[in-house]
């Protein structure tokens, strides 16, 4: 008998309807969870544990009445810190941020709580999503469930850790260039990157509005179909949001990989990704092919240029995005009586952002401005199309395209810290899909030295359905899917 | 050595364009980064983009609008709540001049 | 009149009142007497997270005014984050349109003619788009006096339209027609309502011969863009007369001191890095919209003014002052539906009604006259119930206070004296009382407007004019045939 926090969203939601068990049981085994391992991983920056139990007993109230409960009724979602939840801070992982309390819900969270979700606490996150690893936090560091002496992944990596550690079931994180990806495949769980307009940003702080989009992340991929459901559809706030019809992702997972066509981009396995990476993730397709698929290896010789185009992209539109943390309405404010507006917002900025958040905000103002634009800013959204021409090409051919998540296993806590650079290398396969806007998602798929490692299987827009039917067949039958780490 | 892409001057400027504060240390190491990760970044250089328009939305979504109707605003305390410093009902921002 | 090598631009930020909410979220647009910052989300607020949905309206109503102004209008367009920092702003970047780096504004290349003079003027404007107005600074005293500022965000996000115009004024004056004929236009489309305070504002652009182009900013009204300019002119002169050379720089009108003070220089000039707002989608402007924004498109000043000589029988000269504001045109058509003497109603106006709002510094809105009321004195006149001077006496009344001219006049006492029977015994009485006068009467025209003053002069100039001079000169005529009569008897006697 697996313990109450070691159960997936589908089963405790189906306990729960059934009241087989009640959730203020399952969100004690949830919070004593935390309790017992959050100080080894320090996936959360605020643990709502009053909140919570309320909440808890709400439900089960409502449950008692005979109401209708949602679909996630009672389930323990753990939430990414830069996505608004009214009344409870969202801090982004920054100092600037560290005693914001937004007055108003994200629309992911809006949707959540529609459907009897219980928040159970606001995670870690690199400052501004801005990193990899989850280091740049201003409220330390995340370590991975797997070996506390190793990162997480980054930037969502809270929250892939407090679903590995079971700290809770499901999870919400945001991907701007591999932030749900990279520390899902760190984590050994499932991240999924949805199509660009598929799930609101309404709430989501702006890292890079025009590469981003918030995602599940969970212990399977049933779990991560499941909560893609329930955050996926039209948003009239956001005006990037498409209109398409709601589906219900749970209902395609079935259908096996029998026929499915898969490109493998001989890019994803060039210099710089792990032999041992490599060699798992073969494996992973040749399990995909045992189950009915083909694949045949294809070049998508653009992707050369993804990993500059991307940063800059990502950078510009970030150095605008945080130009409203001055201290004024919100966030970290110093001063004395004699400064004027310039010298309190430079202050302020200097010391409510850490250094990567500031080189990335000087960076992106350089590449916008004067004499530098078109070298720089222009030139990259003319390599986006570049790019996003490469893929429709190969998704003329394939339903799917496969490869690494992460080039290499998750490293040790300041192994890379000191050289931004070479950080910025470990997202070179996950920004492709972000500067298409097509959905990506991230399944355990075996250990080298007993470090997860994840296989990404890339689509065409707004075929999430095909991405999870194929993530499924193979978490099945491949056996990696809700592993836990030793804790 | 190279010609480096960006210099201290330069990088001082565009902090100040940014509102950022950089102490001394922090431009040498920042030019020093900065040039570094700019040279990564002239790879796209090479990239021939000859004719090729720019992606600004990954969408074809044109059009989208909302109709002239008044919502809610949020209270003035809820407004306000997150200000480090406000007066009668306003902010308050240090001097302009 | 044109000042010598004066060359001045304007760029004109105009409010679309007409709106009730702003340009990217739905607060109300009714921000004036608001307490502050009642009227914020966190769209407007600039709330990490939030994002701008397009209001609809706002975009036909630009389109709208774009026709009118005769520009092109855009068939593709985006907004794009013009990146400057600055207390009002909430974002610290402005949603706005820009004309270079792939970017096309709403509009290009309209004109607008003015008049000065009889000299007509081709004015033209370079483009038109949309962005978000700022929030509102409060300062303590003089802005560069202010040991803090207070910030209030009601007015951040109302949409703006910016009506950028090349330097073709050659004088404050110029400028002053133009922005008056641009109001009236945009007033005339209902998306616009001059009257409200600040909801015009524009920056100008001004260079004399020998000098440098040099920006004001803050001038919030048409009635300051003159004299915002003209104390420019004056200084700038003052500077190269002397032989010192003017700065290029942003400067300030302090609406209060009336001078412009020194904003910044040229060395710290913005660098705005403009870029596509990526939280906003492309504008696709069909022929059909546009089309169809034509057809519901009201008629406008220069139209009216046509049809008001054409109709009305004005001349030129006063249709053009009616057409010059919406609500003056508006009102005089009211008075012409009720009473058909339009040259009559359009002399009143013209004259009197205008130079009473003047004086009284009011805006014809501001005011509580109404047509009724003012049909209603014309009419009093024309009975014969007053004269033209209690016409005059009693505009103000009607102007400030509503109350109609037949109830002031009454209830004042202020009736004309028709009755012959009154008017001779006053006469009389004048006549006893200035022998003089009537002895020079008889013999010199002089005397009897003395007499007919002394008549008004006792009846607070109730009697009626025309019947008084009438009985004067019967009873002047009467004396002088007594004298006569008794001069002639006296022999017989
Ligand atoms: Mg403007
Ligand atoms: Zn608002």
């Known amino acids: 008998m697996p313990e109450l926090y070691e159960l997936t969203g589908r089963e405790v939601s189906e306990k729960i309807r059934s009241r087989e068990l009640t959730v203020k049981e399952y969100i004690s085994s949830i919070l004593e969870r935390i309790r017992k391992v959050e100080e080894k991983v320090h996936a959360f920056v605020t643990v709502l ?29 753990a939430v990414k810190d830069n996505i608004c939840t009214k009344g ?15 007055p108003y819900n994200a629309t992911v969270i809006e949707r959540l709580l529609r459907e009897d979700a219980v928040i159970i606490g606001k995670t870690n996150m690199d400052e501004f999503a801005m990193g990899s690893t989850t280091e740049t936090s201003y409220f330390g560091a995340t370590r991975n469930p797997w070996n506390p002496t190793l990162v997480p992944g980054g930037s969502s990596g809270g929250s892939a850790a407090a679903v590995a550690a079971g700290e809770a079931t499901l999870a919400l994180g945001s991907d701007t260039g591999g932030s749900i990806r990279c520390p899902a495949s760190y984590c050994n769980v499932v991240g999924l990157k949805p199509t660009y307009g598929l799930v609101s940003r309404y709430g989501l702080i702006a890292y890079a509005n025009s590469l981003e989009q918030i995602g599940p992340i969970t212990i399977d991929t049933y779990d991560c179909a499941l909560l893609l459901s329930v955050i996926a559809g039209h948003d009239p706030k956001d005006s990037t949001s498409v209109k398409t019809p709601r589906r219900d992702y749970v209902d395609f997972l079935e259908g096996g990989v029998e026929g499915f066509k898969i490109g493998v981009p001989s890019e994803f396995f060039g210099e710089g990704v792990d032999a041992r990476v490599k060699e798992c993730v073969w494996r992973a397709i040749h399990t995909l ?20 185009a991307y940063y800059i992209i990502a950078m510009s539109e970030a150095s605008s995005n945080l130009a409203r943390y001055d201290g004024l309405r919100y966030g970290y404010r110093v001063e004395e009586d004699s400064w004027d507006w310039p010298t309190v917002y430079s202050k302020s900025r200097r010391v409510g952002f850490g250094a990567e958040v500031r080189r990335r905000i000087i960076l992106g103002t350089y590449a916008l401005s004067a004499g530098y634009y078109d070298q720089y800013y222009l030139k990259a959204l003319k390599i986006r199309t570049l790019i996003r021409r490469d893929f429709e090409k190969a998704f003329e051919k394939f339903n799917l395209l496969a490869g690494p998540t992460m ?57 999430e359905d095909l991405l999870l039917r194929a993530a499924k067949a193979y978490g099945d039958r491949a056996g990696f899917e809700g592993l836990r780490p030793k804790l | 050595m190279k010609k480096p892409r960006i210099s201290r001057r330069e990088v001082e400027h565009i902090a100040w364009l940014a509102h950022i504060e950089l102490t001394e240390e922090e431009k040498t190491l920042f030019t020093e980064q900065l040039n570094e990760i700019l040279e990564y970044f002239r790879k796209i250089d090479s990239a021939d983009t000859e004719g090729v328009s720019p992606t600004y939305h990954v969408l074809d979504l044109v059009n989208v609008y909302r109709e002239d109707e008044v919502q809610e605003s949020l209270t003035r305390e809820e407004a306000l709540s997150n200000a480090p410093k406000k007066e009668r009902g306003f902010l308050k921002a240090p001097r302009i001049v | 009149m044109s000042v010598q090598g004066v060359i001045i631009g304007l760029e004109v930020h105009v409010q679309l009142t007409s709106l009730k909410t702003k340009l990217f979220c739905g607060c109300s647009s009714d921000y004036r007497g608001k307490e502050p910052n009642t009227l914020v989300c966190p769209v407007c607020l600039g709330l990490p997270g939030a994002l701008p949905v397009l209001n609809r309206k706002a975009l036909e109503y630009a389109v709208m005014a774009a026709l009118a102004l005769n520009c092109k209008v855009s068939k593709r367009m985006f907004f794009f984050r013009k990146n400057y ?24 290349n309209g004109y607008l003619t003015i008049e000065d003079q009889n000299r007509v003027k081709k004015i033209r404007i370079s483009r038109i788009h949309l962005e978000e107005d700022p929030g509102r600074l409060v300062h303590l005293g003089p802005i560069d006096q202010s040991p803090y500022t207070l910030v209030d965000y009601n007015r951040a996000g109302i949409a703006l339209l910016e009506v950028v115009t090349e330097p073709d004024f050659n004088s404050p004056k110029e400028a002053r027609l133009f922005l008056q004929k641009l109001r009236s236009i945009l007033e005339h489309l209902g998306v616009f309502d001059g009257s409200l305070e600040g909801a015009m504002r524009c920056d100008a652009n001004i260079s004399l011969e020998g000098g440098t182009r040099v920006e004001i900013k803050n001038i919030t009204s048409f009635k300051e863009v003159e004299r915002a300019l003209n104390f420019e002119i004056l200084r700038q002169r003052d500077l190269l007369e002397k032989g010192i050379s003017v700065k290029r720089e942003t400067r300030h009108w302090d609406e209060a001191r009336r001078i412009t003070v020194s904003l910044r220089t ?5 660098d705005y890095r403009y870029f596509p707002e990526p939280d906003l989608v492309p504008i696709v402007l069909s022929e059909e919209f546009i089309k169809d924004v034509k057809r519901r498109m009201p008629e406008l000043p220069e139209a009216r003014m046509r049809r008001f000589m054409l109709s009305y029988g004005l001349p030129r000269y006063d249709a053009e002052v009616l057409v010059s504001s919406k609500d003056l045109a508006d009102f005089f058509e009211e008075c012409v539906k009720i009473y058909n003497k339009p040259k009559k109603i359009s002399n009143w106006m013209m004259s009197d009604l205008l130079r009473c709002l003047y004086e009284n510094n009011l805006e014809l809105k501001e005011s509580k006259i109404t047509p009724q009321s003012l049909v209603e004195m014309i009419q009093l006149i024309e009975e014969g119930t007053i004269s033209v001077k209690i016409a005059k006496k009693i505009l103000p009344t009607m102007i400030l206070t509503g109350r109609s001219p037949r109830e002031i006049v009454e209830s004042e006492g202020l009736t004309k004296i028709t009755s012959r029977k009154l008017l001779s015994e006053l006469i009389a009485t004048v006549f006893r009382e200035n022998p003089k006068a009537v002895r020079d009467a008889l013999t010199n025209e002089k005397a009897v407007h003395f007499l007919v003053g002394q008549l008004m002069k006792k009846t607070k100039g109730k009697a009626d004019p025309a019947l008084a001079n009438e009985m004067i000169k019967e009873m002047l005529e009467a004396v002088r045939r007594k004298e006569g009569s008794s001069k002639a008897s006296t022999p017989s006697q």
């Open chain 1, 49 to 77: 544990e009053e909140d919570a139990l309320k909440r808890a007993e709400e439900i089960d109230r409502k449950a008692d009445c005979g109401h209708g409960l949602g679909r996630l009724c009672g389930v323990a979602v």
């Open chain 1, 88 to 102: 409870v801070r969202t801090t982004c992982s920054s100092r600037m941020l560290k005693d914001f309390v937004p």
């Open chain 1, 289 to 308: 092919e045992s189950l009915g698929a083909t694949y045949e290896e294809v070049s998508l010789p653009s992707l050369e240029y993804a990993l500059p």
């Open chain 1, 407 to 463: 080039p290499v296993p998750p490293f040790r806590i300041g192994e890379k810290i000191q050289n931004p650079l070479e950080l910025y290398m470990c997202d070179i396969l996950t920004v492709p899909a972000n500067l298409t806007g097509g959905p990506a998602v991230t399944v355990p798929c075996g250990f080298v030295d007993g470090l997860p490692v994840g296989l990404q299987l890339m689509g065409r827009p707004f075929r």
């Open chain 3, 85 to 108: 920092f600055y207390p009002d702003m909430p974002k610290n970047f402005q949603i706005s349109q820009y004309d270079r780096a792939g970017g096309v504004p709403l509009a290009v």
């Open chain 3, 266 to 270: 040229k060395e710290e000039e913005q």
